[in-house]
């Protein structure tokens, strides 16, 4: 009688455990499927960023050859006749009074 009882008491302890590695499996899933989409998610905004990283490239290679220009055009009017340096201090003092100007009224504004 013993035996048999040792048997059943085995039994349950058996499908205790079962159960208890059913509900830890279950847990496991759950975990691993929050991992997954969170890799997931992690490897989307990554691409994300790359492409937004290449095409700020793109814009900076624009921007410079746009400056690479001004710059060239700037050379050339500065290098050439008395006229155009005149022009080009008259030019020159209208944007920073212009620059001025502006920071003056964005300064009262805000105050």
């Avoid at 499908?15 to 496991?28: G, I, V």
């Avoid at 994300?48 to 050859?65: A, C, H, I, L, R």
Wanted: aromatic share 8%; charged share 25%.
């Amino acid at each position: 009688m013993a035996d048999w009882n040792r048997g059943q008491n085995s039994s349950a302890v058996e499908q205790m455990l079962d159960a208890e590695n059913k509900r830890m499996a279950d847990s496991l899933t759950t975990k691993v499927t929050r991992l997954k989409s969170l890799a997931l998610d992690i490897d989307r905004d990554a691409e994300d960023q790359n492409t937004y990283v290449d095409g700020m490239d793109s814009d900076f290679m624009s921007v410079t050859g746009l400056l690479t220009g001004s710059v060239k055009r700037f050379s050339t009017m500065t290098r050439s006749g008395r006229d155009n340096r005149k022009l080009l201090c008259y030019v020159s003092a209208g944007l920073i009074g212009i620059f001025f100007l502006l920071y003056c009224l964005l300064f009262r504004a805000r105050t």
